[in-house]
């Protein structure tokens, strides 16, 4: 298993462009998430899906959408980038949404909007 | 919704001491206590866990305990090494996966 993938590794983009990072698990796992990580902020959700085709937001779900038409793929989509959005950004993966396991974390996306 | 603190934000130990980082939590219906460890470069990685019907866990040299009434969680690492440098983040969730974390804590341990 190659376990929760994440693509790019490193992204620059300007203010008010558009991009989309990737995220995928095979695991089939139910649960998957996306968190910012800043400095001295630690971990902060997102957007989480319990599901194929079901989504919610998380603490810091502004300027962001989701979407899960797959079990294993779940992108994050920024359409407008502001500098604030400058972050390293985690997707994470679980077995079960009704019940709390471990969650597996990607690599990890570095980007910056300058 | 759901407050996690953890301190300290940063803990420098001599390898071989014993290192405690602690967490508080806000929220009385949380059942689950998560800790993640975090090398440079990588995503977290869990490394113990305890579920509201336990006291204390241990797995070799990390343990975690929990006091429910107090509302607070700590992670023991004893005999420390170089390699347990790392950010450490506790977490709570209230039965179902999504998580709160703490704001981490940089562990350095010293030759």
């Known amino acids: 298993n190659a376990g929760v993938t994440q693509t790019p590794k490193f992204q620059v983009l300007k203010t008010g462009q558009s991009m989309t990072l990737q995220c995928a698990q095979d695991?089939?796992?139910?649960?998957m998430s996306w968190y910012r990580q800043d400095p001295g902020m630690g971990l902060r959700l997102i957007h989480y899906?319990?599901?194929?085709?079901?989504?919610d937001q998380g603490e810091v779900p502004n300027g962001y959408n989701v979407s899960r038409s797959t079990t294993e793929d779940f992108p994050l989509r920024l359409l407008s980038a502001a500098p604030s959005q400058t972050s390293v950004y985690f997707c994470?993966?679980?077995?079960?949404?009704?019940?709390?396991?471990?969650?597996?974390f990607g690599p990890g996306t570095r980007l910056t909007v300058t | 919704g759901e407050n996690v603190e953890q301190h300290p934000s940063t803990l420098s130990v001599q390898e071989g001491d014993s290192a405690v980082i602690k967490c508080t939590y806000s929220?009385?219906?949380?059942?689950?206590f998560p800790w993640y460890k975090q090398e440079l470069g990588k995503g977290p990685q869990l490394i113990i866990d305890i579920r509201s019907n336990v006291g204390e866990k241990k797995d070799q040299r990390i343990a975690v305990t929990l006091n429910k009434t107090a509302k607070h969680f700590s992670l023991h690492i004893t005999e420390t090494q170089p390699e347990d440098s790392a950010v450490y983040f506790c977490a709570a969730s209230r039965g179902y996966s999504t998580l709160t974390f703490g704001k981490g804590t940089m562990l350095l341990v010293s030759p």
């Open positions: 994470a993966s679980s077995r079960s949404a009704l019940l709390s396991y471990e969650q597996y």
């Open positions: 899906s319990v599901g194929a085709g079901i989504t």
């Open positions: 695991m089939n796992h139910e649960y």
């Open positions: 929220d009385s219906a949380s059942n689950y």
